[in-house]
């Protein structure tokens, strides 16, 4: 089922009637960390003469890069290395993180999620690897915010998979049915469905459930 909530109103209303663990993806749900990333990716494009686009990029939001430079390379017949390109990509976005002082956090996600602290688990399901998933949450000042972070290193299988957003239900023992998940892409939107849980869109601010 997909509807639309009218306002932050009702989705809270919404959480406090049926949800026990909430779930945010990372980059471009919780921290506006998105940027970065697309900086990332064009420079690492352009090693290989590759035009690599933000529409690209945010259309698969939430796969790790190595899956990302596969899928685009077979899309665009380009031959960027998977193993090396995937490295160079992470440390370009880690050195971006290096030089910048505060990653501000995605509203109205953050204020949701400050509401909820310490009444229900408050976790982070990324696509991100663990060192700049870590670094990404320090400079959003949240080090010892979130109760359980998931990152793409903790697990095998990547999302549409739901394996990121099942094991914060495993942590804490709650049916995926209680939880709700936030995202900023599809393949993010469609790993939490597979794992049986609600999940909010948050480009369109759609709600869905399995």
Not at 7 to 13: A, I, K, P, Q
Not at 46 to 60: L, R, S, V
Not at 64 to 72: A, C, E, F, N, Y
Request: glycine share 8%.
């Amino acid at each position: 089922m997909i509807q639309k909530f009218e306002d932050v109103n009702n989705l809270l209303e919404y959480i406090d009637s049926d949800i026990d663990c909430l779930i945010f993806d990372l980059d471009g749900t919780i921290a506006d960390s998105m940027p970065l990333h697309i900086e990332a990716w064009k420079e690492m494009g352009q090693f290989y003469g590759a035009e690599i686009t933000t529409d690209m990029i945010n259309q698969f939001a939430g796969s790790p890069t190595s899956k990302v430079i596969k899928t685009l390379n077979e899309a665009y017949g380009w031959s960027m290395e998977v193993e090396y390109g995937s490295k160079m990509k992470s440390e370009l976005f880690a050195n971006k993180l290096d030089n910048i002082d505060a990653i501000a956090p995605l509203e109205p996600m953050w204020e949701i999620a400050k509401k909820y602290k310490s009444k229900i688990p408050i976790c982070i399901g990324t696509g991100s690897g663990r060192v700049n998933a870590s670094k990404t949450i320090r400079l959003m000042g949240a080090e010892d915010f979130f109760d359980y972070v998931v990152t793409a290193t903790d697990v095998e299988n990547h999302k549409p998979h739901p394996e990121t957003f099942l094991l914060s239900a495993e942590r804490f023992n709650i049916a995926p049915s209680k939880c709700l998940v936030f995202e900023d892409g599809r393949l993010g939107v469609d790993a939490g469905l597979a794992g049986g849980m609600n999940v909010v869109f948050i480009p369109e601010f759609e709600f869905y459930t399995p």
